[in-house]
């Protein structure tokens, strides 16, 4: 087996119109804009990723989004919901956020040690904000969310599933996760230590339609290893256990196998190297459109095809490309 995963590096969602994502998570969730990119499978495309203040790993949500695209629809097959951690005394701060802005939400709901608002996006995305206790509201100022309720990292995902077992034997066997507990329906996994614990939560949901991957759902979740060799080592595991791998994909900012669990979710292993600062400097992440250099030659044309995107108010009022 490879070294243990070190929690989740990022989750991966589809959005509708970009203004809409880029306003909603900078301005109303209060995450940093870390990198404006295209998806490198289809360059039409942007690819925002938020996260904090440095991109660190584990605190990245990123989206495809697609103005025209069909709306997805949850059900088993799919990771349905991403969760933020928060300290447990910010969960007031957050539900009186989400009312300003007219957002409805649900909870706090008492689920195994923790509390949880829960909420959608404006394309239906499902997020739950997570209180814990041992948080101790140490994270970054980066718009109106003061640094004590700010959002520090995604603590877990939900995966619907007609069926646990051969989800959960992947789970616990080849991945190393850890089984800790249940209620009802839902069990819960963990991986990593316990400052950065990760946990994938599986709904079982027998008969339930199956889900479809469009605008207001996930596409995939990515788990975090520490270096190249551990991706390695981590794909012969996979092909030993007769599990269809990718090779390693560059995604510039980290290197990526991908490979589906036995209930359909994608599922991916991203190196926590080289990082967001390769092509931009820490103070500048996410001011300008920034391309790979396999993409490079084709900027004009690539730049053409994308909407301009209005920036938080640190940023340039409006951007299509450097020197628009």
Known sequence: MGNDLSGIHHVTAIAGDPQRNLDFYTGVIGLRLVKITVNFDDPGTYHLYYGDGQGRPGTILTFFPWPDGAKGRNGPGQA?????????????????????????????????????????????????????????????????????????????????????????????????????????????YVTGDQSAESFVDVLVMPGMLQGRVAVGTIHHVAWRTPTDRAQLDWREDLLRSNTRVTPVQDRQYFRSIYFREPGGVLFEIATDPPGFTVDEAAENLGARLMLPPWLEPRREAIEADLPALRLPTSRPAFVRAPGQ
């Open 80 to 188: 349905t919901i991403v969760a933020f951690a928060v300290p447990l005394d910010g969960l007031q701060f957050w539900a009186e956020r989400l009312e300003d802005y007219k957002i409805s939400y649900e909870g706090p709901i008492a689920r195994f040690s923790d509390r949880i608002l829960t909420f959608l996006d404006h394309d239906g995305l499902q997020i739950e904000l997570v209180g814990q206790r041992r948080l101790s509201g140490n994270g970054e100022r980066l718009g109106a969310v003061p640094a004590k309720y700010a959002v520090p990292r995604i603590c877990g995902v939900t995966l619907a599933q007609e069926e646990l077992g051969p989800t959960e034997q992947m789970l616990t066997g080849l991945l190393g996760f850890r089984s800790v507990d249940q209620v009802s329906n839902r069990y819960r």
